[in-house]
């Protein structure tokens, strides 16, 4: 008996060591996988439905990571304040092998927010028929998807989300609701009322001012405007016309060579000017010499002149006869 007491010990004993180990194995390797997850975390105001623990996070389609939790934010920040509870709480992992897990714990925040200002963004995607979803992260406008209003810290790394292609039907079917509820308040029936008798009354005016009348005067003056085209062309088609139009090229012609010669016969005659003013400056002297020689000239040829007016013989015969004295001669 004590034998088979003793097998009894010690197979318990390798049985509950045994199962210790696989334990601590367990605790420690799951510890150190929670503890080397990079976690991120993001708030909607929709329905999550289709969403679930292990749905696949995609970047531009290529998976990434996957979600981990699901809860209502109050659940998580019990301090919250002003924040509607709708919002729903998503936590997700990023797989050590994705783009975004390769940086360092320290620059990785610092890369997430500078791309989350570029729009970067996690959205709910439906995953074919079957009603699941899955999220998406890409880049979208960031000035007409800004980030919903917070007054906590994120435990984990903060990346905003965008409304789902259904919350964006929903909210383009809300707001066609709400314009077609304006639009009946606003009276439909009374506007198109307005509307038939402005119609009406269109078409009462059109009967008074006598259309009919005035396409017949519109016809009349097309035809004297026609008419008075065809006598425009025959005018100027006309061998006198052409032969004006010859002449006045021409003389435009002579006109624009004219007109291109003319600064440089003035700019000849400047510099004729100028030399005539150096020369008469530098003979100043002689041309006034000139001038009072000439004077003198003018005025001996004027003497000259009177003295043929008063006794014309002088001037063919000489000096005149010499006064006889009557009581001489006697």
Not at 2 to 19: E, V
Not at 71 to 83: E, L, Q, S, T
Not at 155 to 179: G, I, Q
Request: aromatic share 8%.
């Amino acid at each position: 008996m004590s034998a088979r007491a003793n097998y009894f010990k010690l197979g318990l004993f390798i049985l509950s060591a045994s199962a210790l180990t696989v334990l601590a194995l367990v605790f420690f390797g799951l510890g150190s996988l929670r503890k080397d997850k990079i976690m991120l975390e993001s708030y909607f105001d929709e329905s999550v439905q289709g969403l679930d623990v292990g749905s696949p996070l995609k970047f531009k389609g290529v998976k990434i990571g996957s979600v981990e939790r699901i809860r209502f934010v109050f659940n998580k920040y019990h301090d919250i304040k002003d924040i509607p509870f709708r919002y729903v709480l998503v936590e997700m992992s990023l797989d050590r092998e994705s783009a975004l897990a390769i940086k360092t714990r320290e620059d990785l925040r610092e890369a997430i927010r500078r791309e989350v200002e570029n729009g970067l963004r996690v959205r709910i995607a439906p995953q074919g028929v079957t009603g699941t979803g899955y999220l998406e992260m890409d880049y979208v406008n960031p000035r007409t998807n800004t980030p919903l209003p917070i007054d906590w810290t994120p435990d984990y790394y903060y990346v905003p989300s965008s409304p789902s292609t259904m919350a964006r039907l929903e909210e383009t079917f809300e707001n066609f609701s709400k314009l077609i509820r304006k639009i009946e308040e606003a009276g439909v029936d009374t506007a198109v009322g307005n509307l038939n008798g402005l119609l009406v009354g269109l078409r009462d005016a059109v009967k008074e001012a006598h259309v009919g009348e005035l396409s017949a005067n519109v016809d009349s003056l097309i035809t004297d405007l026609r008419k008075t085209n065809d006598h425009l062309q025959h005018l100027m088609g006309s061998r006198e016309s052409k032969e004006a139009l010859s002449h006045l090229r021409e003389a435009l012609a002579n006109i624009k060579v004219s007109t291109d010669n003319l600064p440089q016969a003035i700019a000849d005659l400047r510099k004729l000017l100028r030399e005539a003013s150096t020369i008469l400056a530098s003979q100043r002297d002689e041309v006034q010499g000139l001038l009072q020689q000439g004077r003198q000239a003018f005025e001996n040829l004027n003497d000259l002149t009177g003295d043929a007016k008063r006794n014309p013989s002088r001037l063919f015969f000489g000096a005149p006869p010499s006064k006889t004295n009557p009581e001489k001669t006697k």
